[in-house]
């Protein structure tokens, strides 16, 4: 994400056809992040799953995502934006979806393996 960023601002016509980005921490501060969400709308899938602890890092607001958010959901679903309510709901059925160990799921949706298995369900 950062190498598109630097590329569009560098030299705009060799701007990247389109930027994937899965579980990645905050990496830009507000002004970059503007820049950035200029220069690549609609160009930009930023994708984090459930309850994905590295997109939480680090804290706001010194730091923060750019725009284009996919939220995979507790039941598999990819969604172009939450509510803030639905959101939360969905974090605590995340986390109690492993009784045995509730805490270990901000690690486990981290895994690319996790990731790719939700992109390949929603292909069809």
Known sequence: MLAGARMFLEEPRLAADG??????????DPTLAAAYNKGYKNRTYRFVNNNDIVPQLPPEPFYT??????YIDSHDRIRAS????????DRVSGL???VLAPASDGVRDHFI????????????
């Open 19 to 28: 930027v994937y980005t899965f579980g990645r921490p905050r990496t830009c």
């Open 65 to 70: 995502h750019v725009n284009a958010l996919r």
């Open 82 to 89: 939450m509510p803030l309510i639905g959101g939360l709901a």
């Open 96 to 98: 109690t979806a492993d």
């Open 113 to 124: 393996d996790s990731y790719l298995k939700v992109l390949e369900k929603n292909l069809d």
